[in-house]
């Protein structure tokens, strides 16, 4: 389908960047292992690093968190992230600028300027034309946490591949918004319940598009992952992955039992059925959406499980099953990525050895090795086979400064 070609980051730079006053350092093909007691900063360069794919932080809960705390005490404070890297045999720079100032009322604010090969762009612009995969254990959440953290995995993982699908997301969210607001104000003040319509057919439109690229998506993802899971636990645990949309294009039978769970192909479904379904379930509705002041079901409703030999993980799986899950949903992304762009992906591991045993550690190493490029975060080198430590470049970094020790 692609030629073999390489997307690899070749240098990064930070300025003012968490506790990075300034980091400077080309980045190496094949494995980089970053060394280190805990808060040094080994996580804050993979976070940077996935920022530049999905402009956004899956550690910060707003942007502000980004900026240097020393540098944030000024009235105007900026944080930047800049990187080099080649794509499609071209060489790129793609800048981030986190700018945190002060309004005339003396409120303090963040705003990010994006610049991609020296350009002005907007967010949507740019997300999706460095591809990153990023493991944290705070990641576990995506398994036992609420739908919304599955969600934001899944439009993430989506994004970097299919720029379409990141502004459907965005208009959906901003049409969800208007009619939520015109809900609300009939609930309370009554009016002509018909002005909705508009709202509907908009809300129809994009929200099928994105319904029917979830489901695609689920689909190749899950066929991704069956084989990885079943690799990483030895044959013992067969995974799949459950799509429940809050509209369902394919309702269950009144007579099955949700407790089978039995799985749903939904793939038939063209964008033109599940709008007009979309908007119909909407219309009927309707009374019952006014009395709530919002909007019951759509993409921002929808579910995700993961079921391992038929138990949900996100409730009865342990915190090992959890862990593997989560990352043979990373390693998959990193393939299904690859397939979609015909590209690596750069994979970013924090902690991801800690609590695995020595059979599942020898399994994963061997897929990191086969990636174009990996960054792997440790504060134990010794968890590491010799022959990928010899392998890889290591960075030691102690207080927001790097060494680095070339390979042999």
Avoid: C
């Amino acid at each position: 389908m692609f030629d073999h070609q390489t997307m690899r980051l070749t240098h990064l730079s930070l300025t003012q960047f968490r506790n990075f006053a300034r980091l400077d350092i080309n980045v190496p093909q094949g494995a980089v292992l970053l060394v280190g007691p805990n808060a040094q900063g080994k996580t804050s360069v993979l976070e940077a690093i996935y920022y530049l794919a999905t402009m956004t932080s899956f550690h910060a809960s707003t942007d502000r968190e980004l900026v240097n705390f020393i540098e944030a005490r000024k009235p105007l404070a900026v944080g930047r992230i800049v990187a080099d890297y080649e794509k499609n045999n071209r060489e790129h720079r793609l800048e981030v600028r986190i700018i945190q100032e002060q309004t005339r009322k003396g409120v303090v604010r963040a705003r990010k300027e994006v610049l991609l090969d020296n350009a002005k762009k907007k967010m949507s612009e740019v997300v999706g034309h460095f591809n990153a995969v990023l493991f944290l254990p705070q990641m576990l959440r995506v398994v036992e946490g609420s739908p919304s953290e599955r969600r934001r995995y899944l439009d993430l993982a989506i994004s970097q591949v299919d720029s379409d699908y990141a502004a459907d997301l965005s208009e959906y969210g901003q049409i969800l918004s208007q009619r939520n607001a015109l809900l609300k104000q009939l609930g309370e003040q009554g009016g002509d319940a018909n002005q909705l319509a508009f709202w509907d057919e908009r809300l129809a439109m994009r929200g099928a598009r994105l319904i029917h690229t979830r489901v695609q998506a689920i689909q190749e993802l899950e066929g991704v992952a069956g084989g990885i899971h079943h690799s990483l636990t030895r044959g013992s645990e067969v995974l799949r992955m459950s799509y429940r949309p809050a509209y369902d294009p394919a309702p269950t039978p009144e007579n099955q039992m949700a407790l089978m769970d039995a799985p749903q192909d939904r793939s038939q479904f063209s964008v033109d059925k599940i709008e007009s379904g979309f908007r119909e379930a909407l219309e009927a509705l309707r009374k019952e959406e006014i009395a709530r002041g919002v909007t019951t079901i759509g993409p921002h409703r929808d579910e995700l499980r993961f079921i391992s030999n038929g138990v949900d993980l996100g409730t009865y799986g342990s915190r090992g099953q959890v862990r593997t899950t989560m990352l043979t949903l990373r390693m998959a992304e990193v393939e299904w990525m690859k397939s979609k762009t015909g590209e690596w992906p750069v994979l970013l591991l924090d902690e991801v050895l800690a609590e695995l045993d020595n059979e599942r550690r020898e399994d994963l190493l061997g897929r990191v090795a086969q990636s174009e490029q990996a960054l792997l975060t440790t504060t134990d080198l010794n968890l590491f086979e010799k022959g990928f430590e010899e392998g890889a470049e290591v960075w030691e970094l102690s207080g927001g400064r790097l060494n680095s020790e070339k390979k042999q």
